[in-house]
């Protein structure tokens, strides 16, 4: 997979990191702090249907392409408006710290 282009990265997407909160009861409840926006190119990779909670929900697989950050993990976010991405893992393909390959699931 070589590196995208400055104008192939179009889609404008909002970097977000987990915050695990205790509540009254001390159960966690998780939510995301946005880090910053940043400049994406998105390519579908597969869609399949799943069971979720007891119901059919379609699960599509994504390959986001970022300029590098050395902040970003497995338990961030990816979201543009309705759209969240759950980043699944994330590499550097060549090790010169200029992309990173960002495997994500989005469920619809």
Do not use: N
């Not at 909002?14 to 994406?40: C, F, H, K, N």
Request: net charge positive; glycine share 8%; with cysteine.
């Amino acid at each position: 997979m070589s590196a995208p282009t400055i104008g192939e990265m179009r889609q404008r997407m909002s970097l977000e990191a987990p915050v695990d909160t205790a509540d009254d009861s001390g159960a966690m409840t998780r939510g995301y702090v946005a880090l910053g926006q940043i400049w994406a190119k998105l390519t579908p990779l597969s869609g399949e249907a799943q069971f979720i909670a007891g119901r059919q929900e379609q699960a599509i697989g994504w390959i986001a392409q970022i300029r590098w950050r050395s902040d970003v993990t497995s338990e961030m976010r990816l979201v543009a408006g309705a759209r969240r991405l759950r980043v699944t893992s994330v590499h550097d393909p060549d090790g010169r710290r200029r992309i990173l390959i960002c495997r994500c699931e989005e469920i619809a």
